[in-house]
């Protein structure tokens, strides 16, 4: 039997969904009454990234994402790190976002 040099194994990447970076300003809404405005960083059709003007919302948080064309993303704070975050949509969500600035 023929052992296998660990040395020589490379590990299948874990694919992510294809991102697109923008700048665009979107409005960022938590628990009822807290709302507060955001740059997006990048974005794809699985979530984005984002740096909060004041206090990010918290990992966790379920928060409502209003693009500047009206319509509206929605899901869950995964990682907060300073003012940045993250945010995982909810599948549906994005079926409604513009198509031009989800990559995906």
Known sequence: MTLVDKS?????????????????RVRVE????????????DISAAG????????P??????????????STLWGIVRW????????EFDKGSHAAAPSGLIAG
């Open 30 to 41: 938590g628990a009822p009454g807290e709302s507060q405005d955001a740059m997006v960083r």
């Open 8 to 24: 020589r194994f490379v590990p299948t990447p874990v694919f992510r969904a294809r991102r697109k970076r923008v700048v665009v």
């Open 80 to 87: 907060v790190e300073g003012k940045a975050f993250g945010v």
């Open 57 to 70: 919302p918290a990992a966790n948080d379920l928060v409502t994402i209003a693009l500047p064309d009206g």
């Open 48 to 55: 984005m990234s984002a740096v909060a003007r004041v206090a």
